[in-house]
């Protein structure tokens, strides 16, 4: 069973970035469909950006789209978020996600529902 350990959160003002890192424990992390979900308290987790096991379809969120970039290292079998041009509407807790996909899989995964495996969650604040 994979394990995901999220990381790179903090306190940063707007207009700032971050860089969320997502270390699975798997060699098999290659045969992952990855994603990034926040969550604020009150609040359903909600999608922010998705990959394909190869890195070669990314789908985000049209409230992040053009400030988020997600990619993979798969030798490294690590994800990332990249954030920038940050929002205090981006505080929120951040996860990442990921579920075996076949190579043949097109589909993207935007719900978490499609998702089996998750990170411990990294929090981001944004102050305005």
């Known amino acids: 069973q994979v394990q995901l350990v999220d990381s790179g959160g903090g306190l940063v003002q707007a207009g700032d970035s971050l860089r969320l890192s997502c270390a699975a424990s798997?060699?098999?992390?290659?045969?992952?469909?990855m994603g990034w979900f926040r969550q604020v308290p009150g609040k359903e987790r909600e999608f922010v950006a998705s990959?394909?096991?190869?890195?070669?379809?990314?789908y985000y969120a049209d409230s992040v789209k053009g400030r988020f970039a997600i990619s993979r290292d798969n030798a490294r079998n690590t994800a990332y978020l990249q954030m920038n041009s940050l929002k205090s509407e981006d505080t929120a807790v951040y996860y990442c996600?990921?579920?075996?996909?076949?190579?043949?899989?097109?589909?993207?995964?935007?719900?978490?529902?499609?998702?089996?495996?998750w990170g411990q969650g990294t929090q981001v604040t944004v102050s305005s």
């Open positions: 990959i394909s096991r190869s890195g070669g379809r990314t």
């Open positions: 996600a990921g579920r075996y996909v076949p190579i043949t899989a097109t589909q993207p995964l935007l719900r978490a529902q499609n998702y089996d495996y």
């Open positions: 798997e060699r098999t992390f290659s045969t992952y469909a």
